[in-house]
């Protein structure tokens, strides 16, 4: 079991940063996939960002590129999602997920095994 707790979240113009962190306890976090997931009202869950157990692959979706980068730090069980250049459609709340397995398929919500309870990202024009 991997209890995840995300933080960082909050408002900020358009234009803005934030660091958004999730911290793991309860499991082996060296060994989980880390993702990053967001929903915003009224639409699905997407992929925003992943990051492999050793970070040396990180994985981002097409809309983020060039803004979000993703990092992790095995020592301290934790993983941060650094989010760059806000737009309001940046607009959700940002979830943490952990998958301990090797092979998956990272940008599926379906592949992850736990999930924290999202930190919300509010982007003002």
């Known amino acids: 079991q991997v209890l995840l707790a995300e933080s960082g979240g909050g408002l900020v113009q358009a234009g803005g940063s934030l660091r958004l962190t999730c911290a793991a306890s309860g499991g082996t976090f060296s060994r989980c996939f880390m993702g990053w997931f967001r929903q915003a009202p009224g639409k699905e869950r997407e992929f925003v960002s992943a990051?492999?157990?050793?970070?040396?692959?990180?994985y981002f979706a097409d809309s983020v590129k060039g803004r979000f980068t993703i990092s992790r730090d095995n020592a301290k069980n934790t993983v941060y999602l650094q989010v760059n250049s806000l737009r309001p459609e940046d607009t959700a709340v940002y979830y943490c997920a952990a998958a301990p397995k090797t092979f998956l398929v990272y940008d599926r919500a379906r592949d992850y095994d736990y999930w924290g309870q999202g930190s919300q990202v509010t982007v003002s024009s």
């Open positions: 990051i492999s157990q050793s970070g040396g692959g990180t």
